[in-house]
């Protein structure tokens, strides 16, 4: 599955409404980081969302203030990378539900489809009681490039 798309008018409609109903102003600013996380083919880190920006005048307070009232009114998430980096990236109905598959070695990060996971997720949880307002998986291991045979790893 590949990753968020350029995202159409209505989820960033969707924002702008978000926005008012809490009482802040959709700003250039604001739509800025908005649509650089939109474009970006998997998540990006603070620095990089700060350099994506900053050539649209964007700067890094701005970003870090935005940034945080996405991640209050649930916009973004945020994703774990290989080297200990947080990454942040939209969440539905901003963008499409997925998963991930980060290497360790590398840092490739891929989208997984979420039908699979969601589907065994589901099962498990049957008979339980429990509601689940979301979730989020993402899988750490070795991308094809990087699982060589070596006697030090142990797959789950």
């Known amino acids: 599955m590949?990753?968020?798309q350029h995202v159409d008018a209505r989820p960033e409609d969707h924002l702008r409404q978000l926005l008012r109903s809490r009482n802040l102003r959709v700003t250039p600013d604001r739509l800025r980081v908005f649509r650089a996380l939109a474009d970006s083919p998997k998540p990006l880190s603070m620095a990089?969302?700060?350099n994506l920006v900053a050539h649209d005048g964007v700067n890094q307070a701005t970003v870090y203030r935005t940034l945080d009232q996405f991640l209050t009114m649930v916009v973004v998430h945020a994703v774990l990378l290989h080297d200990g980096v947080v990454a942040y990236e939209l969440v539905p109905p901003f963008a499409t539900h997925h998963h991930h598959f980060i290497c360790l070695e590398c840092g490739?990060?891929?989208d997984?489809?979420?039908?699979?996971?969601?589907t065994a997720l589901a099962h498990s949880l049957e008979g339980?009681?429990?509601?689940?307002m979301g979730h989020k998986v993402d899988l750490y291991g070795l991308c094809k490039s990087c699982a060589?045979?070596?006697a030090d790893r142990t797959p789950l």
């Open 2 to 4: 590949p990753g968020n």
């Open 108 to 110: 490739h990060v891929e």
């Open 128 to 132: 339980l009681g429990h509601q689940v």
């Open 112 to 118: 997984l489809a979420a039908d699979r996971v969601d």
């Open 48 to 50: 990089a969302l700060i």
């Open 148 to 150: 060589t045979p070596n």
